[in-house]
């Protein structure tokens, strides 16, 4: 968010700094959002596009971030996205999502549901939909979408804990959910695993040292 890692308080403000020092510990993953973007305040491309180029050592980098024109998405990947997070607006539209499915392939598109109360809430509207979670991911899942990146607004970057439950009912339609906003502890990422989610993004935890890299990898193995 604006060129700077979005509520980083330590050293690693740089994002180019952030994907190398994850890098160097271990890292297979990124998650790189353009908050910008998602808000509707313009846009940090030349940042992503270095920083797409910048992940090197079989580092896949998954993005999103307010991603809903069928440009735009076939662009992250030209720049070199493993996988692009779809936003609810691009979801919505069923002929868009197939498109891209067939182009890209499952495996390499997901899902961005970001919710309020069990209702999908878009970043940047400050509302939510009158459309709930469940009834997005289960249509998405019809289309053949596999991946979904699922975030309680209200819980994001409170380091009070995921909404593991919220997830875990996504997951009921066979989906892989990642679950994202709200990570603060060792135990969180212990509860994710122990629901059988595809996974959890961990931001603000690590980069105020609530525990290292290495640690969280160690809880998940």
């Known amino acids: 968010m604006g060129g700077k890692v979005a509520r980083a308080q330590s050293e690693l403000t740089d994002p180019l700094a952030a994907v190398q020092a994850f890098t160097r510990a271990g890292a297979r993953w990124i998650h790189l959002v353009d908050m910008d973007r998602a808000f509707g305040r313009g846009d940090n491309l030349a940042l992503m ?7 090197t050592g079989g580092v896949r980098v998954q993005v999103g971030g307010g991603l809903a024109a069928e440009s735009d998405i076939d662009r992250m990947f030209t720049l070199g996205a493993a996988r692009v997070v779809i936003g609810a607006r691009g979801a919505l539209d069923e002929a868009l999502v197939k498109r891209l ?11 961005g549901i970001d919710a309020k109360h069990g209702r999908v809430a878009p970043r940047g509207t400050g509302e939510a939909m009158d459309l709930l979670a469940r009834d997005l991911a289960a249509s998405v899942a019809r289309l053949g979408v596999r991946t979904i990146v699922y ?4 819980r994001d970057g409170m380091l009070a804990g995921p909404d593991v439950e919220g997830g875990r009912q996504l997951a009921t339609h066979g989906l892989d959910v990642i679950v994202s906003g709200g990570v ?5 990422l212990r509860a994710v695993r122990a629901a059988r989610l595809a996974g959890a993004c961990v931001g603000r935890a690590l980069y105020d040292g609530r525990f290292t890299f290495a640690e969280a990898l160690a809880c998940l193995s």
């Open 184 to 188: 603060g502890s060792l135990d969180d």
């Open 101 to 111: 499915l067939a182009r890209h392939g499952p495996h390499r598109v997901a899902v």
């Open 151 to 154: 975030n309680d607004v209200s």
């Open 49 to 55: 596009t270095a920083v797409l180029q910048a992940a």
